[in-house]
């Protein structure tokens, strides 16, 4: 909770929200907040600022706020969404360091560092935001005689990946 003390007052009614609102659900391995209750969309820009959010990498106008089976709201980062489904007892964690059994890690974190070198950096999407597009994946695959399960844990647990099914990409950044 020391985290949220950063921004007191934004900090506490972020966290009775995640206390007290049903309607958060996972989406892409995230939190997925609506900007419906204690906190609106006039507190994006200050949940940005206080880095708690993941951006919408989908955009190329660095937008935070997407649009869910009709809700707008915005995807927590994953050390909040994981603080979330601790609070909660979600049914679910993010895939991310934090969770990922320890007889892995060391395996899990190799393959992603090395699945990066075949990702080209997105400018467009801002700054440290990388493309990986589902050939190279698959290539990538393949050359290591890898399994589907080995890869996506790669791509999920090491690097927090977000699939992009319509442009047939993985996109991911160094910020969690």
Request: contains cysteine; glycine residues 6%; proline residues 4%.
């Given at each position: 909770m020391d985290y949220l003390r950063t921004h007191p007052t934004l900090g506490s009614r972020l966290l009775a929200e995640l206390e007290r609102n049903p309607k958060i659900i996972e989406l892409q391995n995230r939190a997925f907040l609506p900007v419906t209750g204690l906190i609106s969309d006039y507190d994006v820009s200050a949940l940005a600022e206080a880095a708690w959010l993941w951006p919408n990498l989908t955009s190329t106008a660095g937008e935070f706020t997407r649009i869910h089976r009709g809700e707008t709201g915005v995807l927590l980062n994953t050390r909040l969404s994981?603080?979330?489904?601790?609070?909660t007892n979600a049914p679910w964690r993010p895939c991310c360091h934090a969770t990922l059994p320890e007889e892995l890690?060391?395996?899990?974190?190799?393959?992603?560092?090395?699945?990066r070198a075949f990702a080209v950096e997105?400018?467009?999407r801002g700054a440290k935001t990388f493309s990986l597009s589902f050939w190279a994946r698959d290539k990538f695959q393949r050359t290591?005689?890898?399994s589907q399960d080995e890869i996506e844990q790669a791509i999920l647990y090491?690097?927090?990946g977000d699939k992009n099914q319509q442009r047939e990409e993985i996109l991911f950044c160094s910020r969690s």
């Amino acid at each position: 909770m020391d985290y949220l003390r950063t921004h007191p007052t934004l900090g506490s009614r972020l966290l009775a929200e995640l206390e007290r609102n049903p309607k958060i659900i996972e989406l892409q391995n995230r939190a997925f907040l609506p900007v419906t209750g204690l906190i609106s969309d006039y507190d994006v820009s200050a949940l940005a600022e206080a880095a708690w959010l993941w951006p919408n990498l989908t955009s190329t106008a660095g937008e935070f706020t997407r649009i869910h089976r009709g809700e707008t709201g915005v995807l927590l980062n994953t050390r909040l969404s994981l603080m979330f489904c601790q609070l909660t007892n979600a049914p679910w964690r993010p895939c991310c360091h934090a969770t990922l059994p320890e007889e892995l890690h060391s395996h899990v974190i190799s393959l992603a560092r090395r699945i990066r070198a075949f990702a080209v950096e997105d400018i467009g999407r801002g700054a440290k935001t990388f493309s990986l597009s589902f050939w190279a994946r698959d290539k990538f695959q393949r050359t290591h005689d890898l399994s589907q399960d080995e890869i996506e844990q790669a791509i999920l647990y090491g690097s927090g990946g977000d699939k992009n099914q319509q442009r047939e990409e993985i996109l991911f950044c160094s910020r969690s």
